[in-house]
């Protein structure tokens, strides 16, 4: 939505024209909006971040990564 310097001019003059209580009720409600505003963009879901893959190749064959392998088999 684009919003033009006169749009919001004329928006001030209206809000001029107002009773107190009522420029209070205005002040109020963009208030309101802005802290929507807020929580929406802190709530917006994030994109995935594109991070770069770096690879360590293949594993070997022969690699072996059972416990008794690296660790030993002391009877346990």
Not at 5 to 18: A, M
Not at 33 to 46: F, M, S
Request: glycine share 4%.
């Amino acid at each position: 939505m684009s919003f033009q310097p006169q749009s919001l001019e004329h928006l001030v003059e209206k809000i001029r024209h107002l009773p107190l209580e009522r420029v209070a009720e205005v002040e109020d409600f963009v208030d309101f909006l802005c802290e929507r505003t807020k929580r929406e963009q802190i709530n917006k879901p994030h994109t995935a971040l594109d991070f770069p893959v770096l690879s360590a190749g293949q594993w070997p064959q022969e690699l072996e990564l059972s416990r008794e392998e690296i660790y030993g088999d002391d009877g346990r």
